[in-house]
């Protein structure tokens, strides 16, 4: 299984240093850091024998290139949602739920992680095909940043994947396909103030059908001709 972790501006240069052992002791690699506090001698101590995976860790400004050649983000948060109509956060995986889901799909898996004092930020959670929580007790839900990635990497090692079936698609061609649906909800003059909770349904929908890249083709191929029929479009077949 081909998973990376991505740790989103991380504070502490220990929890960077943990996580790089974890990721090394479960048998991953791919380590990714988005704008992160500087690293020296404390991560690498704490690294232990991970310091390659530490050297090695990707450096990025921003999420969208974290995640970019993903097939599945999945973001994780401590604030569980209550509420079938709360679609940020709903409806969430358990970590042995998410081992179900990825299991032997082919693709980078990606594993975003927020801030050690705030997490991810919802419009950082906007971003995730699905969102992954990690059930604890609630009169302190919020765990240590390292020991959150052990509990997931620790559920998606635990036994060999074989990746089968076809190749899903990569996080850009389904952004296209959301920009594509928000260009046709204005369109078909979708009333306003129900735009931006419709299209982040529709992301969590399509996120857990893990779509391929046919099928994102095929998606936007039904949204042009529809755009023709309504007189806006040229009714084309998508080949992006």
């Not at 095909?129 to 240590?144: A, E, G, L, R």
């Not at 940043?145 to 559920?155: K, M, N």
């Not at 979708?190 to 299209?199: A, N």
Request: charged content about 25%; overall charge negative; glycine content about 6%.
């Amino acid at each position: 299984m081909n998973v990376r972790t991505i740790l989103v501006e991380p504070k502490n240069e220990e929890n960077i240093g943990a996580v790089a052992r974890v990721v090394k002791n479960f048998g991953f690699s791919e380590l990714c850091l988005v704008n992160p506090t500087a690293t020296g001698t404390k991560a690498y101590s704490v690294a232990s024998h991970a310091h390659d995976v530490l050297t090695a860790a990707r450096i990025e400004d921003s999420i969208e290139d974290a995640i970019v050649n993903s097939a599945i983000v999945a973001g994780t948060t401590s604030k569980r949602g209550n509420s079938v109509n709360e679609h940020l956060r709903m409806p969430y995986l358990s970590p042995c739920d998410l081992k179900d889901k990825v299991e032997g799909k082919p693709g980078v898996i990606s594993l975003l992680f927020g801030r050690e004092d705030t997490g991810l930020l919802n419009k950082e959670l906007m971003l995730c095909d699905i969102v992954v929580c990690i059930t604890t007790c609630n009169i302190y839900p919020v765990m240590n940043l390292s020991h959150a990635v052990a509990i997931l990497l620790y559920e998606l090692s635990e036994r060999d994947s074989i990746q089968i079936g076809p190749q899903l698609a990569s996080v850009e061609n389904k952004e296209r396909l959301f920009m594509h649906l928000k260009t046709f909800l204005d369109e078909i003059g979708y009333k306003e103030y129900k735009k931006d909770k419709t299209l982040l349904m529709l992301r969590r929908i399509l996120g857990r059908a893990e779509l391929t890249a046919r099928e994102v083709q095929t998606l936007r191929g039904i949204l042009r001709k529809a755009e023709w029929r309504i007189g806006v479009g040229e009714g084309q077949d998508d080949n992006e």
